[in-house]
C-alpha cells in the first residue's frame, strides 16, 4: 500500500511508528529472526571449538569469520527468505536452522558441519536466547537512554528551580511551601532507584535441551561437561545462567525486567498527573508552536497533550507489562505453548512506554515556570504559616500551641497583620518573636533549596 502507516493495526506501527524506530529492528519478526541466527552460530562455533567434540574440527579463520557474518550482516532479505522457508517447515526455528544450513552450503570449510547446526537444541534452547538478547538490546541501547534522558531533564530542572517557591497542595489543599526544585528533585531521586533496579535486573538464559537435563547431550557425548559448556555459552552472550529449567527457561527474569519498566512507569504517571494540575493552576505555562491548534473551536487553548499522551501510553504500557509478568511464568508441566504468542507482543509494551517517555521529553521541555503566579498562591496563604508559629509555641512551653493556632486560622482567611497581632501576644522571647515576624510564606521552605541541588 502507498501509505501504511494509515492502516496499521497497531498505533505503535502508524501513528507512533517514527517514535518507535529504535525499537523495530529489537522486537520485530526481524529481530528475534536475527538473534534466533547469532544463537545458532553462537552455538555451533562453541561446539567446534571445545576439545571433547573431535567430529567437529575447529573452523578456519576464514570459515569462522564467513559464519559470524552471516548474523552480523543478516538482512530483512535474509529475514524474507526464512520466511519463504518457513511456509513448508510451519515450524520457525525449524526454517532458521534451514537457512542458516543453505549458507553453509556456500561455504567449502562449513559444508561439512551443517548438522551440527541446531546440534542437541530444542527450539525453545534458541528462542529463550533469543529473546533475552532482544530485552538486553532493548535495555541498553533504548530503554535506559530514554529514562535517561527524562531524568536529566528533571535534575535540570531541580537545579534551575531550587529556591523557587511554591504553595504545596496535600490533599490538594494548602500546605507548608516547597520549592519547584525541591518537587522536582523528589521524582529524580525515585527514578534514579528504579533506573538502578531496571539496570540491575538479570536477564537469564538455558541451553539445556527438551527438558532441562542435557538428555540428548550426554548420550551423544558423555565426555563432554555440558553444564560447563552451557554456563560459559550463555554467559559469553552477556546473560545470566540458569541451570534449572524445564523445556522453557520459566521467565521469572522477563517478569522482573517488565515489573522493574513498569514500576519507573508508574512513578512517571505519577509525575504527568502532578505536572498536568500545576499547568491547570497555573504554576507553568506552555511554550508555543506555530500553526499548532488546541481546540477545534476555542482558538486560545494551549493544552497539555503531551502529558496526556504520556499519560495515556503509560496506562497501555503496564497494562502489558503486568500481564507478561503474570502470565510468563506459568506453563504447564514441562512446556505448553501459552507463553510463545506472548512472547511475540513484548514490543508492544515497551512500545507504548518509549512513547510515553518521548511525549514527557517533549513536553518537559515546553514548560515554563510561572513565579509570580507561585508568589500570588503563597501571598494568599499566610494561614501555612501556622505550622512554624506553633511549632515555636512548643520549643518555648507555651500551652495548648496547636489548640491555639487552630482556632485563629482554620478554615480562615488569615492576613499578614492578623498573624502578626497574634505573634506579638505571645509571651515569646524577643529573638524567637522576631524570627516568626519576619516569616512569610515564600521564604517558609526549610531546606527544600538544599535538596533540590543535591539531588
Same mark, same amino acid.
Given at each position: 500500500?502507498?501509505?501504511?502507516?494509515? +492502516?496499521?493495526?497497531?498505533?505503535?506501527?502508524?501513528?507512533?511508528?517514527?517514535?518507535?524506530?529504535?525499537?523495530?529492528?529489537?522486537?520485530?519478526?526481524?529481530?528475534?529472526?536475527?538473534?534466533?541466527?547469532?544463537?545458532?552460530?553462537?552455538?555451533?562455533?562453541?561446539?567446534?571449538?571445545?576439545?571433547?567434540?573431535? $567430529?567437529?574440527?575447529?573452523?578456519?579463520?576464514?570459515?569462522?569469520?564467513?559464519?559470524?557474518?552471516?548474523?552480523?550482516?543478516?538482512?530483512?532479505?535474509?529475514?524474507?527468505?526464512?520466511?519463504?522457508?518457513?511456509?513448508?517447515?510451519?515450524?520457525?526455528?525449524?526454517?532458521?536452522?534451514?537457512?542458516?544450513?543453505?549458507?553453509?552450503?556456500?561455504?567449502?570449510?562449513?559444508?561439512?558441519?551443517?548438522?551440527?547446526?541446531?546440534?542437541?537444541?530444542?527450539?525453545?534452547?534458541?528462542?529463550?536466547?533469543?529473546?533475552?538478547?532482544?530485552?538486553?538490546?532493548?535495555?541498553?541501547?533504548?530503554?535506559?537512554?530514554?529514562?535517561?534522558?527524562?531524568?536529566?531533564?528533571?535534575?535540570?530542572?531541580?537545579?534551575?528551580?531550587?529556591?523557587?517557591?511554591?504553595?504545596?497542595?496535600?490533599?490538594?489543599?494548602?500546605?507548608?511551601?516547597?520549592?519547584?526544585?525541591?518537587?522536582?528533585?523528589?521524582?529524580?531521586?525515585?527514578?534514579?532507584?528504579?533506573?538502578?533496579?531496571?539496570?540491575? =535486573?538479570?536477564?537469564?538464559?538455558?541451553?539445556?535441551?527438551?527438558?532441562?537435563?542435557?538428555?540428548?547431550?550426554?548420550?551423544?557425548?558423555?565426555?563432554?561437561?555440558?553444564?560447563?559448556?552451557?554456563?560459559?555459552? +550463555?554467559?559469553?552472550?552477556?546473560?545470566?545462567?540458569?541451570?534449572?529449567?524445564?523445556?522453557? $527457561?520459566?521467565?521469572?527474569?522477563?517478569?522482573?525486567?517488565?515489573?522493574?519498566?513498569?514500576?519507573?512507569?508508574? =512513578?512517571?504517571?505519577?509525575?504527568?498527573?502532578?505536572?498536568?494540575?500545576?499547568?491547570?493552576?497555573?504554576?507553568?505555562?506552555?511554550?508555543?508552536?506555530?500553526?499548532?491548534?488546541?481546540?477545534?473551536?476555542?482558538?486560545?487553548?494551549?493544552?497539555?497533550?503531551?502529558?496526556?499522551?504520556?499519560?495515556?501510553?503509560?496506562? =497501555?504500557?503496564?497494562?502489558?507489562?503486568?500481564?507478561?509478568?503474570?502470565?510468563?511464568? =506459568?506453563?504447564?508441566?514441562?512446556?505448553?505453548?501459552?507463553?510463545?504468542?506472548?512472547?511475540?507482543?513484548?514490543?508492544?509494551?515497551?512500545?507504548?512506554?518509549?512513547?510515553?517517555?518521548?511525549?514527557?521529553?517533549?513536553?518537559?521541555?515546553?514548560?515554563?515556570?510561572?513565579?509570580?503566579?507561585?508568589?500570588?498562591?503563597?501571598?494568599?496563604?499566610?494561614?501555612?504559616?501556622?505550622?512554624?508559629?506553633?511549632? +515555636?509555641?512548643?520549643?518555648?512551653?507555651?500551652?495548648?500551641?496547636?489548640?491555639?493556632?487552630?482556632?485563629?486560622?482554620?478554615?480562615?482567611?488569615?492576613?499578614?497583620?492578623?498573624?502578626?497581632?497574634?505573634?506579638?501576644?505571645?509571651?515569646?522571647?524577643?529573638?524567637?518573636?522576631?524570627?516568626?515576624?519576619?516569616?512569610?510564606?515564600?521564604?517558609?521552605?526549610?531546606?527544600?533549596?538544599?535538596?533540590?541541588?543535591?539531588?
Amino acid at each position: 500500500m502507498d501509505h501504511p502507516a494509515l +492502516v496499521a493495526l497497531s498505533p505503535l506501527d502508524g501513528r507512533y511508528a517514527g517514535q518507535c524506530a529504535a525499537l523495530h529492528p529489537v522486537f520485530s519478526e526481524f529481530g528475534l529472526m536475527h538473534r534466533r541466527v547469532r544463537v545458532e552460530i553462537a552455538w555451533l562455533l562453541a561446539l567446534a571449538e571445545h576439545p571433547d567434540i573431535p $567430529e567437529l574440527p575447529a573452523f578456519d579463520t576464514a570459515t569462522r569469520a564467513a559464519l559470524l557474518a552471516i548474523g552480523e550482516q543478516f538482512s530483512v532479505d535474509d529475514a524474507a527468505t526464512i520466511k519463504r522457508i518457513e511456509r513448508t517447515t510451519n515450524h520457525d526455528v525449524k526454517a532458521v536452522e534451514y537457512f542458516i544450513k543453505q549458507r553453509m552450503g556456500a561455504l567449502p570449510g562449513a559444508v561439512a558441519a551443517t548438522e551440527f547446526v541446531h546440534f542437541a537444541c530444542t527450539s525453545e534452547d534458541i528462542n529463550n536466547l533469543a529473546y533475552a538478547l532482544m530485552l538486553k538490546d532493548a535495555r541498553e541501547s533504548v530503554l535506559l537512554p530514554a529514562l535517561d534522558g527524562v531524568i536529566a531533564q528533571l535534575r535540570a530542572m531541580a537545579h534551575a528551580h531550587a529556591d523557587l517557591a511554591m504553595l504545596a497542595r496535600t490533599h490538594g489543599q494548602p500546605a507548608s511551601p516547597t520549592t519547584l526544585g525541591k518537587e522536582s528533585a523528589n521524582v529524580v531521586a525515585r527514578l534514579q532507584r528504579q533506573r538502578q533496579q531496571f539496570a540491575a =535486573v538479570e536477564i537469564p538464559g538455558k541451553i539445556n535441551g527438551a527438558v532441562g537435563n542435557f538428555n540428548a547431550h550426554v548420550v551423544a557425548y558423555p565426555e563432554v561437561d555440558w553444564q560447563q559448556l552451557a554456563q560459559g555459552f +550463555v554467559a559469553g552472550l552477556g546473560l545470566h545462567w540458569n541451570p534449572w529449567t524445564t523445556q522453557i $527457561e520459566p521467565h521469572d527474569g522477563i517478569a522482573e525486567y517488565c515489573d522493574a519498566v513498569r514500576r519507573a512507569n508508574i =512513578v512517571l504517571l505519577d509525575l504527568t498527573r502532578d505536572l498536568w494540575g500545576y499547568i491547570a493552576m497555573g504554576y507553568f505555562k506552555l511554550a508555543l508552536k506555530a500553526g499548532e491548534v488546541g481546540s477545534s473551536t476555542m482558538p486560545h487553548k494551549v493544552n497539555p497533550i503531551d502529558f496526556e499522551n504520556a499519560e495515556g501510553n503509560l496506562g =497501555v504500557a503496564n497494562a502489558l507489562l503486568g500481564h507478561f509478568s503474570e502470565k510468563l511464568p =506459568v506453563s504447564r508441566f514441562q512446556r505448553d505453548l501459552t507463553d510463545s504468542t506472548v512472547l511475540r507482543a513484548l514490543g508492544t509494551g515497551f512500545g507504548h512506554t518509549l512513547v510515553a517517555l518521548t511525549a514527557l521529553a517533549r513536553g518537559l521541555g515546553k514548560l515554563d515556570a510561572d513565579p509570580a503566579r507561585m508568589a500570588t498562591d503563597l501571598e494568599g496563604a499566610w494561614e501555612v504559616l501556622a505550622e512554624a508559629v506553633q511549632t +515555636v509555641m512548643r520549643r518555648h512551653g507555651l500551652p495548648e500551641p496547636y489548640e491555639q493556632l487552630k482556632a485563629l486560622t482554620r478554615g480562615r482567611v488569615i492576613t499578614p497583620a492578623m498573624l502578626a497581632a497574634f505573634i506579638e501576644s505571645l509571651p515569646l522571647p524577643e529573638s524567637a518573636k522576631a524570627r516568626l515576624l519576619a516569616l512569610t510564606p515564600a521564604a517558609y521552605t526549610g531546606l527544600a533549596g538544599t535538596l533540590a541541588r543535591d539531588v
